[in-house]
């Protein structure tokens, strides 16, 4: 068996997308757990992808494939998932902030994310502050990932610091913060935690949620 998460992995690794899923519904046909095939074949492919990038063997385009095949993958599981069975290592919202529209950076980020056992909800672009706290109430994550590509809407990611303190929400969720134009030093400034790529953010996200 071990033979097939290997040809997971790796497929994972070689963004090989009906190959993936071929070989989810194989060890599915098998009588593998699902937790299993989750945990033996799918994360340690997307792990091994999370590495590959960091080190610059693998580049952007590479992880979007391989994100893809790894989702082909979960697409088969997750209906056979009963609530629970699939501990997840914490909750995650991610959201572009108000006036900016890039989301490939932050789509990576929680792309690795997911694959390191994370439920994302992903607010999509240009999010205001008013509405990443009505989502903080709503969904109560443990985490809040923003993202900025641009200086003049960096400003945005204070403000939803400031409108998550008013609302009480600052005390229960670990702020990241991340985009090109962000520093470490910003982070300090406005109370948020600074990663600089997805799979730094990866680590990051695991510390903050063991300190908690
Ligand atoms: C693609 C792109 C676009 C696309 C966006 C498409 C999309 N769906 O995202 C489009 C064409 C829409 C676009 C528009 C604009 N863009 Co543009 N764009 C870029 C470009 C070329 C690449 C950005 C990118 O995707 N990089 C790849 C990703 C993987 O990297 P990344 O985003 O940095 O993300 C990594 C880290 O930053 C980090 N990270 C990111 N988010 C998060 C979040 C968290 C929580 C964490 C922990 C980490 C993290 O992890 C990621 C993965 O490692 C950059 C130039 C560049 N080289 O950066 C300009 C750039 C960002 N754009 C720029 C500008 C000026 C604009 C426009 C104003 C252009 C115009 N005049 O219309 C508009 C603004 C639109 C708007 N309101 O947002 C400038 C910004 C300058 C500045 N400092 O303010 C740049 C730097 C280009 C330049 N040199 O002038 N753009």
Known sequence: MSILYEQMAESIENGMVSKVKELT????????EPKEIISNG???GM????????????????????????????????????DGEVQSAGKCLFATV???????????????ME???????????????????????KHKPDLVGMSAMLTTTMVAM???VEALKENGLYEKVKVMIGGAPVTGKYADEIGAYYSEDASAAVDLANQLIRAS
């Open 25 to 32: 519904q194989k060890a599915l046909d098998e009588g593998c």
């Open 42 to 44: 799918l994360l340690p």
């Open 47 to 82: 792990n091994e992808v999370g590495i590959l990038f960091k080190e610059g063997e693998l580049f952007v385009p590479e992880v979007l494939v391989a994100a893809k095949a790894m989702s082909a993958g979960m697409e088969l599981i997750k209906p056979l998932l009963k």
């Open 98 to 112: 108000k006036g900016d529209l890039h989301d490939i950076g932050k789509k990576l980020v929680s792309m690795l």
């Open 115 to 137: 694959g390191a056992g994370y439920e994302i909800i992903d607010l999509g672009v240009d999010i205001d502050p008013e509405s990443i706290v009505e989502e903080v109430k």
């Open 158 to 160: 204070k403000d939803t």
